[in-house]
C-alpha cells in the first residue's frame, strides 16, 4: 500500500504527471488484507512560492521592459493560474502567448491575446515572440514544436531577448535557453508574488505604440484565414468546421481534439473562452486519442 501512496504523491505533487508501478507475475496474482492508508496523511500540500529575491529580478525586468510577452504552457493550467496571468498582462500590456497545452489558459478574444507561436503557430504569435524585449515564461518547458526546432529568430530570439522563466520542474530552468532570471515554484504561487510585488503600478497599454502594433498583427491574421477559407468546397474545409463548431457551442463548451491537420489549426483559428475546455493529444500528440478523452470529460 505503501507503494501506491507513493506513487500517487509523485503523480499528483510537483510536475504533475503519470506514475508506473512494475508489479512481477507472481506479485500480481498474490492477495493479502491491508489497511489502505489515508492519502492526506502522506500527501505533501502548500504551494511552492520563488525566492523573494528573484521574484524582486523579475518585476524590475518587467517594468523597464518595452515589449514583453507572456508565454503560458501547460503548466499555467495544472495551477489554475489564470487569473493572476490575466492580472499580471493587463498590468504590462503583455502581448500574451499560448502552446498547444495552454490554449485555454487565457481568455482567447481578450484584446491582448497574441495567438501561438512555433512551427503551428500563427504569424501574428510568431513576430511577438520572435521581437520581445523581455520573455515572462510560466509553466513551459519549450519543446521543438514551439520553439520552431530552436532556429534562431524564428520562434524566439534569445539572446537579445530576456527570459524569464517560471516553472515548478528546476530542470526546466535553462535548460533550451539561457534565461536572465529563473524562478522555481508553482506558477499561481509565483505569480501572485509577482502581483504583490507591483503593488498598483499598472501601464497604461492601450495608449502604446506596441498594443496597436498588437492589434494591427491580428487583423492581419484574420484577414488571411478569411482569405484563404472556401465555404463552397466540397469536402467541407477544416477552417469551416472550426468556424461553424465555434458559432454552435457554448462559449463553456469542452472541445477535444488529437493529431493532425485538425489539431494544427485548431491552435491557430480555434477561440476559447473558459479555462479547461480546450483538451488536446500534447506531447507526442498521440492519435486515437479524442473518444476516450470524450469519455473522460463528460465524466468529469
Given at each position: 500500500?505503501?507503494?501506491?501512496?507513493?506513487?500517487?504523491?509523485?503523480?499528483?505533487?510537483?510536475?504533475?504527471?503519470?506514475?508506473?508501478?512494475?508489479?512481477?507475475?507472481?506479485?500480481?496474482?498474490?492477495?493479502?488484507?491491508?489497511?489502505?492508508?489515508?492519502?492526506?496523511?502522506?500527501r505533501a500540500s502548500g504551494k511552492i512560492l520563488g525566492a523573494p529575491e528573484q521574484i524582486k529580478k523579475v518585476v524590475e525586468l518587467l517594468k523597464k521592459a518595452k515589449r514583453t510577452v507572456l508565454l503560458l504552457g501547460g503548466g499555467v493550467v495544472t495551477a489554475n493560474a489564470y487569473d493572476e496571468v490575466k492580472e499580471v498582462a493587463e498590468k504590462l500590456?503583455?502581448?500574451?502567448?499560448?502552446?498547444?497545452?495552454?490554449?485555454?489558459?487565457?481568455?482567447?478574444?481578450?484584446?491582448?491575446?497574441a495567438w501561438s507561436t512555433g512551427?503551428?503557430?500563427?504569424?501574428?504569435?510568431?513576430?511577438?515572440?520572435?521581437?520581445?524585449d523581455v520573455l515572462l515564461s510560466v509553466g513551459c518547458r519549450f519543446a521543438d514544436e514551439t520553439a520552431s526546432s530552436y532556429r534562431d529568430g524564428v520562434s524566439f530570439s534569445i539572446p537579445p531577448t530576456k527570459l524569464i522563466q517560471i516553472d515548478i520542474d528546476p530542470h526546466e530552468i535553462g535548460k533550451n535557453y539561457?534565461?536572465?532570471?529563473?524562478?522555481?515554484?508553482?506558477?499561481?504561487?509565483?505569480?501572485?508574488?509577482?502581483?504583490?510585488e507591483f503593488g498598483d503600478y499598472a501601464r497604461n497599454y492601450e495608449k502604446t505604440d506596441y498594443f496597436k502594433e498588437l492589434q494591427e498583427e491580428k487583423k492581419k491574421w484574420f484577414e488571411f484565414l478569411d482569405e484563404h477559407r472556401d465555404d463552397s468546397k466540397v469536402p467541407v474545409m477544416i477552417s469551416t468546421v472550426l468556424r461553424e463548431i465555434r458559432k454552435f457551442f457554448d462559449r463553456d463548451a469542452i472541445i477535444i481534439t488529437s493529431s493532425g491537420n485538425v489539431q494544427a489549426q485548431m491552435i491557430q483559428e480555434l477561440v476559447f473562452y473558459e479555462p479547461k475546455t480546450c483538451i488536446t493529444a500534447g506531447g507526442f500528440s498521440t492519435m486515437?486519442?479524442?473518444?476516450?478523452?470524450?469519455?473522460?470529460?463528460?465524466?468529469?
Open positions: 500500500p505503501t507503494v501506491m501512496q507513493r506513487a500517487f504523491n509523485h503523480m499528483m505533487t510537483g510536475r504533475m504527471g503519470p506514475s508506473v508501478i512494475d508489479l512481477p507475475m507472481d506479485v500480481q496474482a498474490a492477495s493479502i488484507d491491508v489497511e489502505i492508508p489515508d492519502p492526506l496523511e502522506r500590456g503583455a502581448a500574451v502567448v499560448v502552446t498547444m497545452m495552454g490554449k485555454d489558459a487565457f481568455p482567447n478574444d481578450h484584446e491582448l491575446f512551427s503551428k503557430g500563427t504569424t501574428l504569435g510568431l513576430k511577438m515572440t520572435s521581437t520581445a539561457p534565461v536572465a532570471v529563473g524562478v522555481v515554484g508553482d506558477a499561481k504561487a509565483c505569480l501572485r508574488q509577482i502581483i504583490e486515437g486519442y479524442s473518444v476516450p478523452a470524450a469519455i473522460g470529460a463528460k465524466l468529469g
